[in-house]
């Protein structure tokens, strides 16, 4: 969690006139939109593969990524990392008492 929250801090000083809520939620969906495309050429539907050749990892990882740090900028902006904190904490315990992971 802390690496995401040094990348929105990071990201916030390179990019100062792009942290309004309607631009993160506008980036978040075009980086969503770079996931659909990656998992599109991944999954070989479409011309990707012909344009592109095979599907990388790395590229995959990276606008997984990219999204990610889009939804922690949100949670820093509205100042509820201890909020999202609590709810990963609480849905992990929640699948522990259901017998769902260790
Ligand atoms: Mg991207």
Redesign the pocket.
């Known amino acids: 969690m802390e690496r995401f929250y040094k990348m929105v801090e990071a990201s916030n000083k390179r990019f100062p006139n792009g942290v309004e809520p309607f631009q993160m939620a506008t980036r978040l969906l075009?980086?969503c939109g770079?996931v659909a495309a990656e998992i599109n050429h991944w999954q070989g539907s479409g011309l990707k593969r012909q344009k592109r050749g095979e599907p990388s990892k790395e590229a995959l990882a990276?606008?997984l990524r990219?999204s990610i740090v889009e939804l922690f900028k949100i949670a820093v902006y509205y100042s509820v990392e201890k909020e999202l904190e609590d709810s990963i904490n609480q849905s992990i315990q929640r699948s522990k008492d259901e017998g769902l992971i260790d």
């Open positions: 075009e980086e770079e990276n606008e990219q």
